[in-house]
């Protein structure tokens, strides 16, 4: 069983910076295609970032040029690092990592971007 832990969450400003991380347990990690998920309230849980096994890496068009997903498999770590953050990017993001028939997902962490 994989075991996803997010941190790096918090309380900024509007135009600010976070980056959040996400440490893996196992030996499948650098494997896997790692996802970052965001939930807000009220609203479905939504792909946000994803980086595969080979470094690809794809990112919805809200968070396009402003967000950068990236790996460390040595930490078996991924990060995202969110820039020039806005309100609308408040929400509980997940990391998610798929292999096979894994699906794992953490615990979540909160984002709260105040305007």
Do not use: H
Not at 3 to 15: F, M
Not at 67 to 86: C, E, G, H, P, V
């Amino acid at each position: 069983q994989v075991q996803l832990v997010e941190s790096g969450g918090g309380l900024v400003q509007a135009g600010g910076s976070l980056r959040l991380s996400c440490a893996a347990s196992g030996s499948i990690f650098s494997s896997a295609t790692m996802n970052w998920y965001r939930q807000a309230p009220g609203k479905e849980r939504e792909l946000v970032a994803t980086i595969t096994s080979r470094d690809i890496t794809n990112y919805a068009v809200a968070v396009k040029d402003r967000f950068t997903i990236s790996r460390d498999n040595a930490k078996k770590t991924i990060y995202l690092q969110m820039n020039s953050l806005k309100p609308e990017d408040t929400a509980v993001y997940y990391c998610n990592l798929r292999l096979a028939y894994y699906n794992s997902w953490g615990q979540g962490t909160q984002v709260t971007v105040s305007s």
